[in-house]
Structure formats: structure tokens, C-alpha cells
């Protein structure tokens, strides 16, 4: 076991990670700038050495940088010491961290190094990063962390070392699950190709040839050859994506934490303790959902969440199981929303689009009705949410929403921040209002319930969490 209380530096060739990181945070355009300006400066005499007394001004910064940069785990704090004109101490409790992340980008892999991210909720970014250490290190660091416990302090003797559980796999993903998880979503890379397609598009058009029979041409019929062309592109860049970004995708379990890790050239590790998970939500469009696929989202206080796709029913269970969440398939969700909801979103449908055709009309006459087209989708759309849309309140507090895409969230109540109940002009004049239960990851909001049912919902919330003695973070 490696002995994080003696201060431990990063290998030696994190110089040159600090030394990247340096100038990504100097920017693009600096550096383009500053490269054009060597590249083209007349350097004669003594401004020839120039160049090299930059690259090694720079390299001697990185490498004060690195020296002056440590890190240990001391009395139950992580205690970060850098700097090299100020130095600057930042001593983080152990069970504060939220979440800690292992990556091992390509380069990070060719030298059998990889970076550590932690997050404890501060900011809204990670509180800090080692940029290169060895992979027992980081792995040793991520444990103390997940498995961080208070230990009473005994006077006149040594504190006991802190037992750190195993864990073991609980499942991993193969490559014929990664292909049916990059056939069931949606292939959002091949919209990089829409910005170049619609700025060169029509020169690119004029250039094709025209095919057709006789003497008419049919260029037009490159439209559904570029259509599916664009759609079989999609397709592929999306498989690419998901096998570069979960390969091997495997979920680990210890008695209290939960750690994903992913990656081809690139591997990812992401670790939190089980307390730490504030909210569970998962989402299963019409694809995954012939598939029997979906996807998980574990929500810490930080910024790194815990999420898991392409899991079947029985690992969607399993998930929510170590989470210490009860399956969704287990609660009593029998309650409804007020159908004035499809009301509502109709008449501000109406408002807007009718407004919409109005300001066409000077434009495009006699077309400008077409902008009420969108009235019937939002009336169906709305209709079948309220029809779909179910609601539970025990221990925890759970909806279930249904139109094109299945959407659960769940939340336990003793790790509710604050809760509010809340009543629109249209709420108020029928007797309706909002509950919306916050915890420190995000909320979960039901509307259009009666008053008298979203004032029972925060009562029984709020006497959850005071009789509740366990931690909510």
C-alpha cells in the first residue's frame, strides 16, 4: 500500500504535461501569433539565440512548476502545496471530495502515466488536477477518497489506518452492446458536417454532374443521395464515437462506492462514494426502448456525474441497487397531473404562433399561416405527457414521463436542500400548484396538482428529512 501521508510528487515528466496545459491556457491565437512571429522575424546577430532562450525560459518555468507542486494525504485531508512566485496551500477534507476522476488520455498511455481530477463541489469546475503520477498512486488516492470515513479521534494514540474496501466488477459492456448503444442514439456527430455543407453547399451543388434521361437534367437527385449519404455518415462517426469513448465500459462496486471506466485511446476512470449520490435519472428513446436498452445518470453534488448507457433491465436495476435507490419498476407511481395542462401549453401555442403569422404576413403574404402548424403537434405532445406522466411519493420522491422518449427521476428525500411550493396565475384561478423538491444536484418539479396535494407533498418531505439521521452528503 503506498504511504500518501510522505508528500509525493508528479513523475518527472509531468514537465511537459504543465508545460501543454501552459499553453492551452495562453490560447489559440496567441500561440498561432507568437509561432508566425519567429517563423518570420528577422533574427540576426545576438536576437538569433531568441528563440531558444524562450523555449528554455519555458521549459525551466514548467519545470519550477512541477518541482514546487505536491501533494498528501494528511490527517484526513487531501493538502495540495504549489506555486512558484506565491505558494499556495489548499488543504481539501477527504470525505468533502465529491468525486475523482482517473484519465489517461493517449499521450498519458504512451508514457504510462495518467491525470487525476478532483471535485469537490466548490466551483464549477474540478477543484484541481494532478496532470501526471502513476496509476497506483491515482488509483490508491481515488480510494481513499470514495471510501473516506470520519475516524473518532483517541487521545494518546495513533489514529488506525482507514480500511478500504475492494470492489469488484459488476458488469461490462462488449462491443456488440457499444454497437446496439451507437444504433439507439442519436448520431449527433454527423451534424459537424452541417456547418460546412451550408456554406459550401451550393458551390458544391453547381460542381455535380448532371444525371438525368435524354435531354433533362435531374441534378435535384443528388438531394436524397447527399440525404443518406449525411444519414450513413451519422451513423458511422456515431459507432466511432462510442467505441473511442466506451470501450470496455465497465461499472465497479465496493461497499461504498461506485467507480465507471472507459476508453479506448483515452480511458477514464470516475469514482464516488454511494452517500454522495444526490439524484438518479434515466432516458430510453423508441430505439433503446426495442433494444431493451436505456441509460443511467447518478448525479453527485459536483460536476462529474456518474453515467452508465446501454444497460438492460436487470444492470438498470442493479445500478439503482448500489445506489441505495429503490428501482423505479418497485415504487408506487399512481399519481396524475390536471389535464388543464394541455390547456395551457395550446393557449400559449396560440399567442405565439399567431403573433409569428402576423409579422410573416408583411413578408410572405398569404403563407404566413403556415407558422400555425405547430398548435396540433404541441396539442398532441401535451396530451400525451399528461396522459403518460406518473408521479409517487414514499421515500423517496419519483415521476415518470412518456412521449417519444421514457424519462424517470428519482430522488430520496432526506437528501432534500429545500423544497417549495409554488402557483401561477393559471394554477392559482383553478386550484392547482407546484411542489419542487431541490437537492444539491438538481431538482425534481411536479406541476399542475392540486394545492391542497403539493402542500401534503412538502409537509411529508420536510418531515422526512427531520426524523431522517442519515448524512445527505
Known amino acids: 500500500m503506498i504511504d500518501l501521508s510522505v508528500p509525493q510528487r508528479q513523475s518527472p515528466l509531468a514537465i511537459v504535461f504543465l508545460g501543454l496545459r501552459i499553453l492551452r491556457s495562453l490560447g489559440i491565437a496567441q500561440i498561432v501569433i507568437v509561432v508566425l512571429f519567429i517563423m518570420r522575424a528577422p533574427f540576426n546577430g545576438a536576437l538569433s539565440v531568441l528563440p531558444f532562450v524562450i523555449i528554455v525560459a519555458f521549459g525551466g518555468f514548467s519545470a519550477l512548476a512541477w518541482w514546487r507542486y505536491t501533494f498528501q494525504v494528511l490527517d484526513d485531508e487531501l493538502v495540495v502545496t504549489k506555486g512558484i512566485v506565491r505558494v499556495v496551500r489548499l488543504n481539501v477534507p477527504i470525505e468533502r471530495i465529491q468525486s475523482i476522476a482517473i484519465e489517461q488520455q493517449l499521450l498519458h498511455r504512451l508514457t504510462g502515466l495518467v491525470k487525476v481530477a478532483v471535485d469537490t463541489a466548490g466551483s464549477n469546475e474540478a477543484e484541481f ?8 498512486v491515482a488509483e490508491e488516492l481515488q480510494r481513499r477518497a470514495v471510501t473516506a470515513v470520519p475516524t473518532p479521534v483517541k ?4 489514529l488506525p489506518p482507514p480500511v478500504l474496501a475492494e470492489d469488484r466488477v459488476v458488469f461490462t459492456h462488449d462491443g456488440r452492446r457499444l454497437l446496439a448503444m451507437a444504433l439507439t442514439t442519436w448520431p449527433l456527430t454527423g451534424l459537424l458536417v452541417l456547418g460546412p455543407l451550408l456554406a459550401f453547399g451550393g458551390d458544391f451543388f453547381n460542381r455535380l454532374p448532371d444525371v438525368g434521361l435524354g435531354d433533362q437534367p435531374f441534378r435535384w437527385w443528388w438531394v436524397p443521395v447527399g440525404i443518406a449519404g449525411f444519414i450513413v455518415f451519422s451513423i458511422v462517426f456515431n459507432i466511432i464515437r462510442v467505441f473511442l469513448q466506451d470501450w470496455e465500459l465497465s461499472l465497479r462496486a465496493s461497499a461504498t462506492s461506485l467507480r ?4 479506448l485511446l483515452s480511458r477514464t476512470s470516475t469514482a464516488s462514494s454511494v452517500d454522495r449520490i444526490q439524484m438518479v435519472t434515466s432516458a430510453q428513446n423508441p430505439l433503446q426502448r426495442r433494444a431493451g436498452l436505456r441509460g443511467i445518470e447518478l448525479a453527485t453534488v459536483g460536476q462529474r456525474n456518474l453515467s452508465v448507457d446501454g444497460c438492460d433491465d436487470a444492470q438498470f436495476t442493479t445500478v439503482l441497487t448500489l445506489a441505495a435507490v429503490t428501482p423505479i419498476e418497485e415504487l408506487l ?11 395551457l401549453a395550446v393557449r ?5 404562433c399567431a ?3 402576423g409579422a410573416l404576413f408583411w413578408l410572405i403574404g398569404w403563407w404566413s399561416p403556415l407558422a400555425l402548424t405547430p398548435i396540433p403537434l404541441v396539442w398532441a405532445t401535451t396530451r400525451l405527457h399528461v396522459a403518460n406522466f406518473r408521479w409517487g411519493l414514499g421515500q423517496q420522491l419519483a415521476s415518470s414521463s412518456h412521449v417519444l422518449s421514457l424519462r424517470t427521476e428519482q430522488a430520496v428525500l432526506h437528501k432534500t436542500n429545500a423544497v417549495t411550493v409554488t402557483q401561477s396565475i393559471f394554477e392559482r384561478r383553478r386550484g392547482l400548484g407546484r411542489v419542487q423538491l431541490m437537492t444539491a444536484s438538481g431538482a425534481i418539479s411536479i406541476g399542475m396538482i392540486p394545492i391542497e396535494e403539493a402542500h401534503a407533498a412538502r409537509d411529508t418531505i420536510l418531515h422526512a428529512v427531520e426524523i431522517d439521521t442519515r448524512p445527505w452528503i
Open 155 to 158: 487521545i494518546g494514540s495513533a
Open 348 to 352: 400559449n401555442a396560440t399567442v405565439v
Open 129 to 136: 488536477s494532478i496532470d501526471a503520477v502513476a496509476r497506483p
Open 355 to 357: 403573433l409569428l403569422t
Open 333 to 343: 407511481l399512481d399519481r396524475r397531473i390536471h389535464p388543464a395542462a394541455v390547456w
Open 260 to 263: 465507471r471506466t472507459s476508453g
